[in-house]
């Protein structure tokens, strides 16, 4: 069990562990150490997203690395990708994202991308926790790291993400509607599109370190889709807080979520080659597995978290996999989750083929969900109380084969998961509804 490290890097509120500045100075640190094991000249790019705290966090960072002895290039608030990107392609040791991604401005997070530009595997973490228990020192100053900025970094990300378009195809003619939550892709997103030729509306592009993801973004469609109708756009593009995730809506302001994008894309794919898989998750929509099945495609669930879909991903050679939540990843393209880049391959899905993209995914009937969240302490093993044992039996027997029950905690949050998939939506409703009743008596 990894103390600080969750699905997807460390994350909390800012001021309470582990998000305090002794802490990222000491994670910098001990990351450093651990990195000076792995080349001998060292050096780590640092973005951000918009929240007030990145600035400090920041800071505590670039200090636990210089001490370490490790050169650390600062980019300001650029999307994850970006920086997974960047990582790479300015040949650096590793990459360092300050975001908490979705979640509300008081939290924060950090996650680290390897120098091939891949999140950093559980065996790397777990040595940067062992490395924190050791008591921090600082080099001497002729071997601190020293700090540069990277200005030109939103520009190379710009042409990064429209190379991934095809040169053949543009985007003139589409009136498309970008919300950027006001985060971390608000000064690159809007000009991807626009420099591929649609009509740009931007909006969550003015972020003040307070507003991220407030009503905004891939997890609060409505301004969306209310925006979709008043400007007449064709199409809707949300992303989250760094921009990982996506969620688009058409014009008749339906939103279509990760499952069905990665099935427009894997459909389109598959119409014009063999496809090797997709991988999915354990959330990923029972009706998603049966279209694959359809398509002759090969598909396997990996445990929730973009990081385990890679895992799968790059086990069995695939090059297509995704989450619901809309964090989906196209290995040809890009080492990691990108809600831009996701959303060029759906817009090059709907121009090759020459169909909205209600069409391109009317083949994918889902399964009525129900997803509950149920705040529980940190820790809380649900497996372990009869009760929520039971409420989950007499749900798996009320769907009678027509459905299935999941309850995971969540990787990022203190809060314990209840999925109930299937048909009627009636007993769907009732049987999440009696599980999360058993989940709460339980965490009292």
């Known amino acids: 069990m990894r103390k600080h490290f969750g699905t997807d890097g460390?994350?909390?509120?800012?001021?309470?562990?582990?998000?305090?500045?002794?802490?990222?100075?000491?994670?910098?640190?001990?990351?450093?150490?651990?990195?000076?094991?792995?080349?001998?000249?060292?050096?780590?790019?640092?973005?951000?997203?918009?929240?007030?705290?990145?600035?400090?966090?920041?800071?505590?960072?670039?200090?636990?690395?210089?001490?370490?002895?490790?050169?650390v290039h600062m980019c300001g608030p650029m999307p994850t990708?970006?920086?997974?990107?960047?990582?790479?392609?300015?040949?650096?040791?590793?990459g360092v994202v300050i975001s908490a991604s979705h979640n509300p401005y008081p939290d924060n997070g950090i996650k680290f991308f390897s120098g091939d530009g891949f999140k950093l595997p559980d065996a790397t973490?777990?040595?940067?926790?062992?490395?924190?228990?050791?008591?921090?020192?600082?080099?001497?100053?002729?071997?601190?790291?020293?700090?540069?900025?990277?200005?030109?970094?939103?520009?190379?990300?710009?042409?990064?993400?429209?190379?991934?378009?095809?040169?053949q195809l543009d985007l003139k003619g589409l009136k498309i509607v970008v919300d950027c939550a006001h985060g971390a892709a608000y000064h690159v997103a809007p000009h991807v599109f626009h420099e591929l030729g649609?009509?740009?509306?931007?909006?969550?592009?003015?972020?003040?370190?307070?507003?991220?993801?407030?009503?905004?973004?891939?997890?609060?469609?409505?301004?969306?889709?209310?925006?979709?109708?008043?400007?007449k756009a064709d199409l809707g593009i949300a992303l989250d807080g760094d921009a990982d995730r996506v969620l688009l809506v058409d014009a008749a302001g339906r939103s279509y979520d990760g499952d069905e994008l990665l099935f427009a894309i894997a459909k389109h794919r598959s119409s014009r080659q063999k496809l090797a898989g997709v991988a999915g998750t354990?959330?990923?929509?029972?009706?998603?597995?049966?279209?694959?099945?359809?398509?002759?495609?090969?598909?396997?669930?990996?445990?929730?978290?973009?990081?385990?879909?890679?895992?799968l991903m790059r086990e069995k050679g695939w090059l297509l996999g995704g989450e619901n939540s809309g964090h989906l990843i196209c290995l040809d393209k890009h080492t990691t989750g990108d809600g831009i880049v996701s959303a060029l391959q759906v817009l090059q899905a709907m121009r090759e083929s020459r169909k909205p993209l209600?069409?391109?995914?009317?083949?994918?009937?889902?399964?009525?969900?129900?997803?509950?969240?149920?705040?529980?302490?940190?820790?809380?093993?649900?497996?372990?109380?009869?009760?929520?044992?039971?409420?989950?039996?007499?749900?798996?027997?009320?769907?009678?084969?027509?459905?299935?029950?999941?309850?995971?905690?969540?990787?990022?949050?203190?809060?314990?998961?209840?999925?109930?998939?299937g048909e009627p939506r009636k007993v769907i409703e009732s049987a999440a509804s009696a599980i999360a009743d058993a989940v709460r008596r339980a965490a009292r």
């Not at 990708?81 to 590793?94: G, K």
């Open 10 to 71: 460390v994350r909390g509120t800012v001021g309470q562990s582990p998000m305090t500045p002794e802490f990222v100075l000491r994670l910098g640190y001990a990351a450093g150490r651990i990195l000076l094991h792995r080349n001998p000249h060292p050096a780590v790019l640092i973005g951000k997203d918009t929240r007030i705290s990145g600035y400090m966090i920041e800071s505590a960072l670039e200090a636990g690395f210089s001490a370490a002895g490790i050169d």
């Open 81 to 94: 990708p970006a920086v997974a990107y960047l990582t790479r392609a300015l040949r650096l040791t590793a």
């Open 125 to 167: 973490e777990a040595k940067i926790e062992a490395e924190m228990e050791r008591p921090m020192g600082c080099n001497p100053a002729a071997r601190l790291g020293k700090v540069w900025r990277v200005d030109d970094a939103p520009g190379r990300y710009v042409e990064f993400c429209k190379s991934t378009f095809p040169t």
């Open 198 to 231: 649609a009509d740009v509306v931007a909006i969550g592009a003015k972020p003040d370190g307070f507003n991220i993801n407030e009503q905004v973004g891939a997890t609060a469609p409505a301004s969306l889709k209310k925006e979709v109708i008043s400007q």
């Open 282 to 311: 354990l959330m990923t929509n029972f009706a998603f597995e049966k279209a694959m099945a359809r398509l002759g495609v090969p598909f396997a669930r990996a445990k929730v978290g973009d990081r385990y879909v890679l895992e």
């Open 358 to 421: 209600a069409r391109l995914t009317a083949d994918l009937v889902m399964f009525p969900q129900v997803l509950v969240n149920v705040t529980v302490p940190r820790g809380f093993r649900w497996e372990k109380h009869e009760g929520i044992r039971k409420a989950q039996s007499s749900a798996v027997r009320a769907l009678d084969g027509k459905g299935r029950v999941l309850l995971r905690p969540s990787g990022t949050e203190p809060v314990l998961r209840v999925m109930v998939e």
